[in-house]
């Protein structure tokens, strides 16, 4: 317990010195969010827990989106027009080279 109550004391001490971002500091780092789809729809129905992942997974060096979830699944999408394109394709479940969905065991 004094440990904790020490680190969380030098923490709010330093915090005093440390440079505050203003409201135009976040308006010029970051734009406004956008809502990504697969398929027309809104990525992420029926998604529990998503972990999202840009990867290149067939070697086009264009990278995909890969999406974990909390039931095991591992699905993905390839990005519908440019890179800065927030369509996706329908999402579909990564499989084996024999076709059979991957799916890591969590229960």
Known sequence: MRV???VCSLLLLCSAWLPRASAE???S???KP???T???EPMGNGIYYPSPKLQDL???GVA?????DLTGRLL?????GDENSTAWSQLEPLTTADGQPIKFDNW
């Open 64 to 68: 995909e989106m890969l999406i974990g």
């Open 38 to 40: 697969a398929a027309n």
């Open 58 to 60: 067939d070697g086009d």
């Open 76 to 80: 993905f999408a390839k990005r519908s």
């Open 34 to 36: 956008v809502q990504l």
């Open 4 to 6: 904790t109550i020490s």
């Open 29 to 31: 780092l970051f734009q």
């Open 25 to 27: 500091d976040a308006k």
